[in-house]
C-alpha cells in the first residue's frame, strides 16, 4: 500500500472516530451531524482498502 493510502486510512479512521464521539456528545443535530461524519469516514476508509485491491487485481 502506497503512504498516501495509508495516511488517507488513518486520517479517515480519525475523523471516523471524532464523529463517534461528537455523536455521544451531541444531544439534537448534532447527534445526525457526528453520524454522519462516522458514516463518511467509515465508508472513505473502505474506500481506500478497495481501491488498494483493485489496483493489486489489476496488475496480475
Sequence with gaps: MIPSRVFFLILSG???VV????AAAA???LQTF???????GTLFALGCVKRH????????
Design 27 to 29: 444531544h439534537d443535530y
Design 53 to 60: 485491491f483493485d489496483e493489486h487485481d489489476a496488475t496480475h
Design 19 to 22: 464523529g463517534l464521539f461528537a
Design 34 to 40: 457526528g453520524l454522519g461524519l462516522f458514516g463518511f
Design 14 to 16: 480519525l475523523i471516523a
